[in-house]
C-alpha cells in the first residue's frame, strides 16, 4: 500500500512553551517501512520538553541499529529502552526529576498497521467512521473501564490529566500493542490529549474526511483544539492510505 502522510504540532492558547514533540517518515528507519510518532512531555517548563524529544530520540536511533524484524518486538524493545534512559536522565538533572512522556508509535507493513502506546496520546482509524484504537493509560480511563465513571462525563473530570503509565518512571514502561488490517482509503490520525480532550471524536472525523488534503486537514484540527479554549499543546499526525 502507498502513503502520504504530514504532521505539525502547536502549543495552543494556555501553554507558554511546547512539551509535545512528533516524528514522521514514510520512508524505511532501520527494519521498519516508515514510522510514525507522537509524545506529550511532562515534568515542569523545561523538563517536559526535553522528555519528548529525547524519548523519540532514543526510540528513532534504537529502531536505526536494530536487526529485529518483528514490528512488535522492535517497538516492545524500543519504547523500554527510551523509557530506562529518560529515567536514567532524570536522575543526573535535579530539574529534570520525575519528567517523563507519553508515546503513541505507528508502523504500516502491507496492509497491517502495528501500534504501540503508552500514555494517553491516541490512535484513531478514519474512514466512514472514527475508531479510536489505542486505550488512554489515565486514571478516568481506569474509572471508565472498571464502571465507576460515566464515559460521557470522562472528558470534564477535574483528575482528567493524571496518567497512570508513561515513559522515564522508575516502573518498566509497559506498552500495549495493536494490530489493525488497513483498506485503502483509510485515515490514520495519531494525537496527543491537547486535541483529544478539546474535540469531540465525531467532530474530528468529520474535519479529516471534509479535507482531502492532509495539510489542510491538520490545520483545521489544530485551529479547533485552539477554538474551543487551546488549554494544553496539540500535536496531530495523520496518514493516509
Do not use: W
Not at 477535574?158 to 522515564?168: D, L, S, V, Y
Not at 486535541?195 to 479547533?224: C, F, G, H, T
Amino acid at each position: 500500500m502507498s502513503l502520504i502522510s504530514t504532521g505539525r504540532t502547536d502549543k495552543g492558547r494556555k501553554r507558554s512553551n511546547n512539551q509535545d514533540s512528533i516524528f514522521v517518515s514514510d520512508t524505511p528507519i532501520g527494519p521498519l517501512p516508515n514510522l510514525y510518532i507522537v509524545a506529550d512531555g511532562m515534568g515542569g517548563h523545561a523538563a517536559g520538553d526535553f522528555a519528548s524529544r529525547y524519548a523519540i530520540s532514543v526510540v528513532i536511533d534504537f529502531i536505526r541499529k536494530s536487526t529485529v524484524k518483528s514490528p512488535i518486538s522492535l517497538l516492545k524493545r524500543a519504547l523500554v529502552y527510551a523509557s530506562n534512559e529518560l529515567y536514567k536522565e532524570s536522575e543526573k538533572d535535579k530539574d529534570k526529576m520525575g519528567m517523563g512522556t507519553t508515546m503513541v508509535v505507528a508502523v504500516l507493513m502491507g496492509n497491517v498497521l502495528y501500534v504501540a502506546n503508552i500514555g494517553d496520546s491516541r490512535l484513531y482509524i478514519i474512514n466512514d467512521n472514527i475508531k479510536q484504537i489505542t486505550m488512554d493509560h489515565s486514571l478516568v480511563e481506569e474509572l471508565i473501564r472498571s464502571g465507576q465513571l460515566e464515559r460521557n462525563k470522562g472528558r470534564n473530570h477535574p483528575e482528567k490529566n493524571i496518567i497512570t503509565r508513561a515513559m522515564g518512571s522508575r516502573d518498566e514502561a509497559v506498552p500495549d500493542f495493536f494490530e489493525v488490517q488497513l483498506e485503502a482509503g483509510d485515515r490514520v490520525l495519531l494525537c496527543s490529549d491537547g486535541l483529544s480532550n478539546m474535540v469531540e471524536d465525531d467532530e474530528i472525523k468529520d474535519i479529516v474526511q471534509d479535507n482531502q488534503n492532509l495539510d489542510e486537514a491538520v490545520s483545521s484540527l489544530i485551529s479547533r483544539a485552539n477554538y474551543y479554549g487551546g488549554n494544553d499543546n496539540i500535536s496531530v499526525v495523520i496518514v493516509s492510505i
